[in-house]
C-alpha cells in the first residue's frame, strides 16, 4: 500500500474548499439564536468592555476576540460574522484532512474518507453559524501532536500546548479534550516527564498571561465563577428535548437493536471498541509505533 503523499493531500484540501464553495451563503434566514450569543459581546469588545466582568458570555473569550478582530478590519455587520463562521467551518476540514494523511497508510482510504468526511460534517444549512474556528484549534493541537510523534521534535509539544491553551480559551471543553488526547500519548512513552513538562509549560504560558490580563482588570474571579457554572449547571440548563439512553439496559438497547433511535448515535462506539482492540493487542505483542499513538490521540480528542 502506498501511503499519501503531500501532493495528495493539497488536492483534497483542493476538493474540500470546491466542494464547500456557497457563493450565496448570505441568502438565508438570520439565525436570532446564534447571534444573539455572539454579537452583543463582540459589540461589548468592540467598544472596549472587559468579557465576563462588565457582560456575560457562554463560552470562552477568544470566542468572541476573533470575530471581533475580522469586524475591526472589515466592518461591523452580520455578513463578518457569517464568512468568519463560514471560513473556520472549512478551515477544520482542512486541518482533518492533512490530520488524516499521516494517519492514514493507503491512498485509497484517503480518498475515499475525504469526501465521506466532508458529506458528514459539513452542514449545508448552519455552517454559518455555529463554531467557525472553534473545533479547529483543538484539531491543531492533535496535529502538532502527530507532528511531534513522528519526528520528536519538542517543538512541536510547545506548538500543542499553544492552541490546546487556545482551544480552552475558545471552549472549555475543547481545551479539555484537546489536553487529554495529548496527555493519554505522551504518558505512553519513555521520556514522558521531559515531553509532558514541555507540553504544560507552552499551555500555562499562554493561559497564565491571560489570566494576569484578567485580574489587571479584575475580572479573573467573574472568569473562573463562569467556567464553573458553565460547567456544573449547563446540562440542567439546556435540557435534552428527546430521550436519550438514561441506564445500562437502555445503552444496550441502543447500541445493539437498529430500530432503536438512538442506534445511529451509538454506532461510533463500535469504532472505538475496534480501535482500542487493536491497539491493545498492539501492545501485547510490542509492536506499538508512532502511528498507533498518533491514532490514539485522534481518537481521544474525538471522543
Not at 450565496?24 to 439565525?31: G, P, V
Not at 494576569?212 to 482588570?217: F, G, K, S
Request: charged content about 10%; aromatic content about 18%.
Amino acid at each position: 500500500m502506498q501511503k499519501p503523499t503531500r501532493t495528495d493531500a493539497f488536492i483534497l484540501c483542493l476538493f474540500v474548499l470546491l466542494i464547500t464553495w456557497h457563493p450565496f451563503y448570505l441568502h438565508q434566514q438570520i439565525n436570532l439564536f446564534e447571534l444573539g450569543l455572539y454579537l452583543p459581546g463582540i459589540d461589548g469588545i468592540l467598544n472596549g468592555q472587559i468579557p465576563y466582568r462588565d457582560f456575560f458570555y457562554l463560552r470562552g473569550p477568544v470566542d468572541l476576540y476573533l470575530p471581533a478582530l475580522f469586524m475591526r478590519f472589515w466592518g461591523e455587520h452580520v455578513a463578518v460574522l457569517c464568512a468568519y463562521f463560514y471560513a473556520g467551518t472549512v478551515m477544520t476540514l482542512i486541518i482533518c484532512v492533512i490530520i488524516a494523511r499521516e494517519l492514514l497508510p493507503s491512498r485509497i482510504f484517503f480518498y475515499m474518507l475525504v469526501p465521506v468526511l466532508v458529506a458528514r460534517t459539513f452542514p449545508r444549512v448552519v455552517f454559518t453559524y455555529w463554531g467557525g474556528l472553534r473545533y479547529a484549534w483543538g484539531l491543531l493541537a492533535v496535529l502538532c501532536v502527530i507532528y511531534f510523534l513522528r519526528g520528536r521534535k519538542i517543538g512541536w509539544l510547545a506548538a500543542a500546548g499553544i492552541f490546546t491553551a487556545i482551544a480552552g480559551l475558545t471552549s472549555i471543553e475543547i481545551g479539555v479534550c484537546a489536553f487529554t488526547a495529548a496527555t493519554v500519548v505522551l504518558l505512553w512513552d519513555g521520556g514522558w516527564r521531559r515531553y509532558l513538562s514541555a507540553y504544560c509549560a507552552a499551555i500555562l504560558t499562554v493561559v497564565g498571561s491571560y489570566f494576569i490580563y484578567m485580574a489587571a482588570n479584575g475580572a479573573l474571579a467573574d472568569y473562573l465563577n463562569t467556567q464553573w457554572v458553565i460547567v456544573t449547571q449547563m446540562t440542567k440548563t439546556f435540557v435534552q428535548t428527546e430521550p436519550v439512553p438514561a441506564n445500562l439496559f437502555q445503552i444496550l438497547h441502543a447500541l445493539l437493536i437498529p430500530n432503536d433511535k438512538n442506534f445511529r448515535q451509538m454506532t461510533s462506539v463500535y469504532c472505538y471498541l475496534f480501535l482500542v482492540t487493536y491497539l491493545f493487542l498492539r501492545r501485547r505483542s510490542h509492536q506499538l509505533d508512532w502511528m498507533d499513538k498518533a491514532a490514539a490521540a485522534a481518537a481521544v480528542y474525538g471522543f
